[in-house]
């Protein structure tokens, strides 16, 4: 009877670790655990958006530098005036909504030169430098954001919800975007901060173009 | 009464053609302004490049008063001149009593470019170009600082974010120049001109040049260069490093015999041919 329950203990041990070996074998990254990956359009491409597979990967780019003079690279502050600061997941959610019901963009703010050497999907290049308020371009770009000029103030009612990021915490070219735009009058409750910026989302992998 | 729904439908496809608009018309402006960007950097390379060419002009003339090598030489001068011709008159900033000084020193300057052609010999021509390609460097680097100035943004804070490469960007090319001027020099003290103030000049051409090359590499405060990390940058610039340890010690002896001279002329044009290829790679990089 001893020697039945000891074949049948080990059979089920050995099943165990077998299964429990398949699963270590198939665990992914994923974002959450249910989340293992969301897909955007832009300009026509369809983007995957998830985190790099491969449970050994470093950092070899820019980003896993630690430090940098400041000024001009200083810590950033948390929050910045009453915009609301974000993280990863909120990107993500603010990307899908993106292709479902429009009125959000994603703004890189960082100079054409940081955009180019890579982005968050699904993000434009709007350079800090072109919002500030006596700059030539605010007017434009206010109108395309959907303010509207009456007399000498602007009806902000109908404006697009932004979310700005730059390189992260150590970078305050979102903040001076953020700023500028307060300045303007944009409201506060239609822009998001994400702080981390591109630092924290390659520091989780997550798919840049 | 309405279709609640159709409505819905209608908005929404309303809603994303003014959202693909906003990112279009946003996109086309950041454009633009990078377009602009680009055209003003293109203008300052171009600076950069005639400043190189004025120092290789005289180069070329002083090597042709030599005979050395005078059918190549002759037909580079011919192409340098042209180039330097086209660059001028790129020039549209004809207000500056600066350029419409450039402007008058290169007529000149081409018309004794000419005489050399002509006759290699000719004292007066020669000693026209020696002298006054310093004449025209000093007003081309008087407009290229002046264009510096103006290319960069007003606001301090992007000033300071762009800092580190403008400085790499202003000064990467320059190299090349030197070369031209260290040869310029040591042909001045071959043919016993000047020689006590060129052999002052090439001493200091020389260690500015060997600065400029570790500050590249290693950083300078000074010159407020950073340094860089980048291999692919490092690997050009350890070819440029060999070539200047083979070349130094020529650039240095005060009598180089004929294969000595051969060995430095034919060094220094591939110093030439591949630190351009540094300054592709540091622009291409700054630009990432």
Redesign the interface.
């Known amino acids: 009877m001893n020697k039945k329950i000891k074949k049948v203990s080990i059979i089920a041990i050995s099943i165990i670790n077998i299964s429990m070996g398949s699963l270590l074998m198939a665990s992914e990254v994923n974002i959450t655990p249910e989340i293992d990956s969301i897909v955007i359009e832009q300009k026509n491409k369809t983007i995957k958006i998830e985190r790099i597979q491969d449970d050994k990967h470093r950092l070899n780019n820019n980003f896993s530098k630690t430090s940098r003079s400041c ?2 690279f200083c810590i950033q502050p948390m929050n910045i005036a009453n915009v609301k600061t974000v993280g990863e997941l909120e990107v993500l959610a603010f990307l899908k909504n993106l292709n479902e ?3 959000s ?1 994603l703004i890189d703010a960082r ?3 940081w955009y ?2 890579g982005s968050i999907p699904g993000a ?4 800090f ?2 919002l ?1 308020k006596d700059g030539k ?1 605010i007017n ?2 206010l109108y ?3 303010a509207n000029k009456k007399s000498s103030s602007w009806d902000f009612s109908n404006v ?1 919800q932004l979310m700005i990021f730059s390189n992260g915490i150590w970078d ?2 979102a903040s ?1 975007a953020i700023k500028s735009l307060l300045e303007v009058g944009y409201p506060s409750e239609n822009i998001l901060y994400y702080r981390g910026g591109m630092q924290s989302w390659c520091n989780v992998g997550l798919t840049t173009i | 009464m309405k279709n609640p729904i159709k409505t819905f439908i209608i908005l ?1 496809f309303f ?2 053609f ?2 693909a608009d ?2 279009n ?3 086309l ?2 454009e633009e ?2 377009q602009e ?1 680009r055209h003003k950097k293109e203008r300052l390379e171009e600076l950069f490049e005639q400043r190189m060419l004025a120092q290789q002009m005289a180069k070329n003339a002083l090597l042709l008063s030599l005979d050395y090598k005078t059918e190549f030489y002759k037909k580079e001068l011919l192409t340098l001149a042209k180039r330097f011709d086209k660059g001028i008159k790129n020039l549209k900033d004809t207000e500056s009593q600066r350029v419409k000084r450039l402007h008058k020193t290169w007529d000149n300057f081409y018309k004794n470019i000419n005489i050399i052609m002509e006759n290699y010999h000719n004292t007066m021509a020669l000693k026209y170009i020696t002298e006054n390609n310093v004449l025209l460097l000093t007003d081309i680097d008087f407009i290229l600082r002046k264009k510096i100035k103006s290319s960069q ?1 007003s ?1 301090s ?2 000033r ?3 800092h580190e ?1 403008f400085m790499l960007f202003t000064q990467i090319d320059i190299p090349r120049s030197y070369i031209q001027k260290i040869i310029k020099e040591k042909l001045m003290i071959k043919k016993e001109l000047n020689i006590i103030e060129y052999r002052g000049n090439l001493n200091i051409t020389i260690f500015r040049l060997e600065r400029l090359l570790k500050g590249f590499r290693d950083g300078d405060k000074t010159l407020e260069l950073k340094g860089s990390g980048e291999q692919n940058f490092l690997q050009k610039l350890s070819i440029i490093d060999t070539l200047w340890r083979e070349l130094k010690p020529l650039y240095q002896k005060e009598v180089l015999s004929t294969k000595e001279f051969e060995v430095m002329i034919k060094k220094s044009d591939e110093f030439m041919k591949k630190h351009l290829d540094v300054v592709k790679l540091s622009n291409r990089i ?3």
Do not use: A, W
């Open positions: 000024p001009p019901q429009s009125h963009i100079t054409s030169e180019r050497s434009i290049n709007l350079p430098t072109m500030k371009y434009k770009i395309i954001l959907g697009q305050k070219q001076e | 929404s809603n994303s003014l959202f906003s990112i018309d946003l996109s402006m950041v302004v990078n960007e943004s606001d804070f992007t300071k974010l762009q490469n700054i630009d990432q």
